[in-house]
C-alpha cells in the first residue's frame, strides 16, 4: 500500500511549482549597474528551484518505488529546455540559454540526490513501534 502524502509534503511541492512561474515571466530589466546583482546569481536560482523541484515532487509521487522517480526526472528534464524555448520565442526581455539548461540538470541531480539520501536514512531508521504490541 503507499502511503498519502502529508500536507507538509503537499505545500512544499505547491511552493515549488510556483517558483517556477518565474522562469516564463517577463524578464525585470537589468539593474543600474547592469547584469544580475551578483554574478552567477541566475544559474543559482536555477539550480535552487529545480533541486527543490524535484526533491519535493519525488517525496510526494515516488516515496516507495524508484520508477516514478523516473518519470520526475524525465518530466523535470524536459521542463528545463521548455524554459528556455519559451523564453527565446515568447518571453519579452527573455532569451533561451543552454547554460540556463545545465544548471537545470544540476539542479535535477541535486533534487534526486537529496530525494535518495532521504529515502536511505529513513531505511537505516528503526520501525516504530506498534501500538499494539
Known amino acids: 500500500?503507499?502511503?498519502?502524502?502529508?500536507?507538509?509534503?503537499?505545500?512544499?511541492?505547491?511552493?515549488?511549482?510556483?517558483?517556477?512561474?518565474?522562469?516564463?515571466?517577463?524578464?525585470?530589466?537589468?539593474?543600474?549597474?547592469?547584469?544580475?546583482?551578483?554574478?552567477?546569481?541566475?544559474?543559482?536560482?536555477?539550480?535552487?528551484?529545480?533541486?527543490?523541484?524535484v526533491w519535493a515532487a519525488g517525496r510526494v509521487l515516488a516515496p516507495r518505488r524508484r520508477f516514478p522517480m523516473g518519470w520526475v526526472v524525465v518530466a523535470a528534464l524536459g521542463h528545463a529546455v521548455l524554459i528556455e524555448v519559451v523564453q527565446a520565442l515568447l518571453a519579452p526581455l527573455r532569451s533561451g540559454d543552454p547554460d540556463d539548461v545545465m544548471a537545470d540538470v544540476v539542479g535535477i541531480a541535486l533534487g534526486v540526490l537529496l530525494w535518495w539520501l532521504e529515502r536511505r536514512a529513513a531505511a537505516r531508521r528503526p520501525a516504530a513501534i506498534s501500538p499494539r504490541g
Do not use: E, S
Not at 502529508?6 to 505545500?11: K, S, V
Not at 522562469?23 to 539550480?47: E, M, N, Q, S, W
Open 1 to 53: 500500500m503507499r502511503p498519502q502524502p502529508t500536507p507538509a509534503r503537499l505545500a512544499v511541492l505547491a511552493l515549488a511549482l510556483v517558483a517556477n512561474i518565474g522562469f516564463y515571466l517577463p524578464r525585470v530589466p537589468d539593474l543600474p549597474g547592469g547584469g544580475d546583482a551578483l554574478p552567477g546569481t541566475d544559474k543559482l536560482v536555477h539550480i535552487g528551484v529545480f533541486a527543490l523541484t
